[in-house]
């Protein structure tokens, strides 16, 4: 699992609610990845990760933010849930000098 | 940007059948890799495969990325290989890898 932690790893939360998810690293890469998966479209690129403090827009970033104040943690924030954005929420590394992306064990987000 | 094409959507095989999955991409890739999903919501790594070709036990990949396509292969399929097949590409060098998934392939193989 290349070290890679999520939590929560289910949340129920109300639409309108603030919602921060973790992705917890142990091994000090420097890429680190958000992904939403949703039936019929595969994973898509929230955002992404490359270095502390330093981050950019993936495919569906609207709604969504992001942080990086440590290497081994990247936090999603939903600022105001929508019924739109129930999910299940993957976090992916990138193993330094690697070609291939690793992923965590995922999310399951439900916004009522 | 790139665009990911997954065929079969769905696939039901009897134990022990052989099955080709196929991914079309859109663009040139220098970064091309296939994930199992699990019936419990894993993702699990199966090849890094931009060209050539690779197997690991029952299961092999060919990349020809002149006709932008991969192929995985499945033998003697069992139980245990259900689940969504996803391929996965990149045309981002030097940068930060960012990977457009296809659709998947939903496999059930019957006992």
């Known amino acids: 699992d290349a070290g890679i932690t999520q939590s929560p790893r289910h949340k129920v939360t109300e639409t309108g609610t603030p919602v921060t998810l973790r992705c917890h690293q142990t091994e000090n890469h420097r890429y680190m990845y958000w992904y939403r998966q949703d039936p019929g479209h595969g994973l898509r690129l929230i955002h992404y990760?490359?270095?502390?403090?330093?981050?950019d827009k993936g495919e569906v970033s609207d709604g969504y933010s992001v942080s990086r104040s440590k290497t081994e943690d990247f936090l999603l924030t939903l600022e105001s849930a929508t019924s739109s954005q129930t999910s299940v929420y993957f976090c992916a590394i990138l193993p330094t000098g690697g070609e291939t992306q690793y992923f965590g064990p995922g999310t399951r987000l439900l916004v009522l | 940007g790139i665009q990911v094409e997954q065929s079969p959507p769905d696939l039901i095989l009897q134990e022990g059948a052989n099955s080709t999955l196929r991914c079309n991409f859109s663009?040139?890739?220098?970064?091309l890799q296939w994930f199992h999903q699990n019936p419990w919501g894993q993702l699990i790594n199966l090849f890094y495969?931009?060209?050539g070709t690779k197997q690991n036990g029952r299961l092999s990949a060919t990349t020809v990325a002149t006709e932008r396509y991969s192929l995985l292969y499945i033998s003697s399929s069992q139980t245990t290989d259900s689940g969504v097949y996803f391929c996965a590409a990149s045309i981002s060098s030097g940068s930060a890898r960012q990977l457009t998934f296809g659709s998947g392939t939903q496999l059930t193989v019957l006992p």
């Open positions: 495969i931009p060209s």
């Open positions: 663009d040139s890739v220098n970064n």
């Open positions: 990760s490359y270095g502390v403090k330093d981050t």
